[in-house]
């Protein structure tokens, strides 16, 4: 019982905190803080749970990623690439209904910090057509960035919950890859369908494009899908790891782009998103104190000794975490490993030994 007053009183004040605006990297360390104080844990317990979280290769893994996406997200920035990209979607589909879905979407390929503030002005833009709100912009905007929190590979959270569970990513990613375009079926239906007072841009007064802007269009295109697409392909049709596909991309990016060492030295200085890592790192120091101090362990005794069903307890944990942190990686680095402490051992593991034992082979 007490065991389990720590990890609610803990959860409570992370939650908290995110609530009052404290960036999660620095709420989950207050956490991680919290448990070792109220454990009477000795400071050599913290000291290893911070060790081990480093010595983890899994750690770094997830942190390379996230630096080389934000290197990405500089490239395309810059490069004038995305304003190519947004032309080009709006000549190529001609109904700003479209481009409004499109933009946001795109650039949710890129998990970026305030990345919701880079693609507001895309979607007023888009939107001047239409009667809508400031609410139905943001929702539209919003709803359409975060559609691929099931599919992409360099996701923080998806990350976080293969690592967490030793689910590979590539397997996680087909599991849950259905809710990407149930996203945008709903997000369509309830966020554009009927729109009465909707005008698509008349074909007749758009301006006629020559062979350059064609030939420009097509560069848009290609550069700024191409890097994504080939990411996403190295992680789950090759189970490249995240930041040598993501690191591939980024040093591909820049031959093409042909970066000057000013450039380049720009771009690895933005990369430097030191919110995002320490988020990261908070997270996974988060999940192991949580295994060092043995709290979790001793939770997962009460709850079998209260008689309370794993899968209940799992699903109104998830439900709630999301709901009180509003944020993915917040929800998965929260409700994950005490979901796993439950299942009394990583996820991945027991996926592994029961197709072992449905293929009729024992397990090692």
């Keep these: 019982m007490q065991a389990m007053a720590i990890i609610v009183g803990t959860l409570a004040v992370v939650i908290t905190l995110l609530h009052r605006r404290v960036q999660i990297g620095n709420a989950l360390f207050a956490g991680t803080l919290l448990i070792w104080i109220l454990t009477l844990s000795p400071i050599t317990t913290l000291m290893q749970a911070a060790i081990n979280t480093a010595k983890n290769p899994s750690t770094w893994d997830i942190l390379i990623a ?37 933009m946001p979407a795109f650039l949710g390929f890129l998990p970026s910090i305030g990345g919701a503030l880079f693609s507001a002005p895309m979607v007023a833009s888009a939107s001047k057509k239409y009667d809508m709100s400031p609410e139905n912009k943001s929702t539209i905007n919003y709803w359409f960035r975060h559609i691929w929190e099931w599919s992409n590979p360099i996701m923080p959270s998806l990350l976080l919950a293969s690592q967490i569970t030793q689910i590979p990513l590539a397997i996680l990613i087909k599991n849950l890859l259905i809710f990407s375009p149930l996203a945008v079926a709903l997000g369509w239906l309830f966020c554009l369908h009927g729109k009465k007072t909707s005008i698509d841009i008349d074909p007749t007064s758009t301006e006629l494009c020559d062979e350059e802007c064609n030939d420009k269009s097509m560069r848009a295109i290609l550069l700024c899908g191409g890097p994504i697409l080939l990411n996403i392909s190295l992680v789950v049709l090759l189970h490249f790891a995240a930041s040598v596909s993501m690191g591939l991309v980024v040093l591909l990016m820049v031959l093409i782009l042909r970066y000057k060492w000013a450039q380049f030295r720009e771009m690895i200085i933005h990369g430097f998103d030191t919110r995002l890592l320490w988020a990261i790192f908070g997270a996974l120091l988060f999940q192991q104190i949580l295994s060092e101090t043995g709290v979790i362990r001793d939770v997962v005794v009460y709850l079998h000794e209260a008689g309370i069903p794993i899968v209940l307890t799992a699903a109104v944990l998830s439900l709630v975490g999301g709901l009180l942190t509003g944020t993915a990686t917040g929800f998965v680095a929260i409700a994950f490993p005490i979901i796993c402490a439950m299942a009394g051992r990583p996820v991945g593991l027991l996926i592994n030994e029961s197709r072992i034992h449905f293929s009729g082979r024992e397990s090692p």
């Design 66 to 102: 996230m630096y080389c996406v934000m290197c990405l997200e500089f490239q395309l920035r810059t490069s004038g690439l995305l304003d190519g990209l947004m032309s080009t979607a709006r000549g190529f589909f001609n109904n700003d209904r479209i481009v409004l879905m499109f």
